[in-house]
């Protein structure tokens, strides 16, 4: 990784402090810091090209010259998304700075270029109608809706590419237009993206029957299309392959206080009363890992819901492990959990 520190010139600097950075680092990028560490600018060779056109002298303060508005991230941004915005600004470098303007990084486009670390397919659910979000969805399916400044299955692709996945499926049923126009053939992404069309609602597991025949022999993720989560995709394919079961599921703790006091009885004689207790249950998180043998059994069956066909799968010989998730974990199935993955986010 590139120490950007090299680059970095002091609003002090002349030109020719400039032009020696250039030439010495051949980065084409220099980076102008005041004080404090904040940005102020950058100056590349295009910038020192027109200063001379102007005929300005080598003396000439690199604040003359610098291009004082520069593309810049936050801290909180993705690899991916810094690699789509590099892509689609033509940009060579983006400078990383916190809150306070301070430079805390510079990534480079050579650097960003995407280098897929799994050939295993992973398949987005959208197809539902939302209708639990309503009047939300009413104009637009649930996961194109807004988090932050880019639509939730775009935060779900982006976090999968940045675990380095590059072969992608989506589901589509409902408003299926808007999520081809948006994501079209994943390009924009320097991913592969096909689709999988429900010309009918198959229920929860049926458009994994309409999988492309044209995907690796691999197990494939699927990933419902309404989570925001940050759960380690690497650590989940790996504990399935280790797991050698059919299927694997995601598995959230989920706690349920009874708000009342629970009497245990003996008869007619009460046994012991528990004020409110708390029971905890695992719930399934709407992502899971399944075998190629899975998806050959979907196929040409129509409508299944995941539920009846995990049934299946455990009461096969290999059967279906679960993987328990500690991570941030969200879905967005009604409007106050919309309401809630914002705040999460910071949205």
Not at 39 to 58: C, E, F, H, N, P
Not at 115 to 130: I, Y
Not at 188 to 217: C, F, K, R
Request: glycine share 8%.
């Amino acid at each position: 990784m590139y120490d950007w520190r090299k680059v970095k010139l002091p609003v002090t600097a002349d030109m020719q402090a400039a032009i020696e950075t250039l030439d010495r680092e051949a980065v084409r990028i220099a980076l102008v810091v005041d004080d404090l560490g904040r940005l102020v600018g950058t100056i590349t060779d295009g910038d020192i090209r027109r200063a001379l056109l102007k005929r300005q002298g080598v003396e000439t303060s690199v604040m003359e010259i610098m291009n004082d508005s520069p593309e810049t991230v936050g801290t909180e941004a993705s690899r991916g998304e810094i690699f789509l915005k590099m892509k689609r600004k033509k940009l060579l470098h983006m400078p990383v700075i916190d809150q306070s303007s301070r430079i805390v990084d510079m990534k480079m486009l050579q650097e960003q270029m995407f280098e897929p670390k799994h050939a295993n397919p992973v398949l987005l659910m959208a197809g539902g109608f939302g209708k639990r979000l309503r009047p939300l969805t009413d104009n637009i399916p649930k996961p194109l809706l807004p988090m932050g400044d880019k639509p939730i299955l775009e935060v779900i692709l982006e976090r999968c590419i940045d675990a380095g996945f590059c072969n992608f499926v989506v589901s589509t049923h409902y408003k299926a237009e808007m999520l081809r126009e948006h994501f079209r053939d994943g390009s924009p992404w320097g991913v592969d993206i096909q689709y999988a069309h429900e010309s009918e609602p198959l229920g929860t597991a049926g458009a994994i029957g309409l999988l492309p025949n044209n995907l690796p022999d691999l197990p494939i993720i699927v990933i419902n299309g309404d989570l925001i989560t940050s759960v380690d995709l690497d650590a989940l394919l790996n504990f399935h392959n280790e797991q050698g079961a059919l299927a694997t599921v995601c598995v959230k703790e989920y706690d349920y206080q009874v708000p009342f006091g629970v009497v245990e009885a003996d008869g007619t004689r009460i046994a012991s009363i528990t004020e409110k207790p708390v029971f905890k249950y695992f719930v399934s998180a709407g992502m899971y890992v399944l075998e190629p043998a899975a998806i050959d059994a979907i196929r040409g069956r129509g409508y299944i819901d995941m539920p009846d066909f995990l049934q299946e799968c455990i009461a096969s010989q290999r059967g279906v492990s679960m993987f328990p998730i500690h991570e941030q974990w969200r879905d967005i199935g009604r409007i106050n959990e919309y309401q809630e993955a914002l705040k999460m986010t910071g949205t």
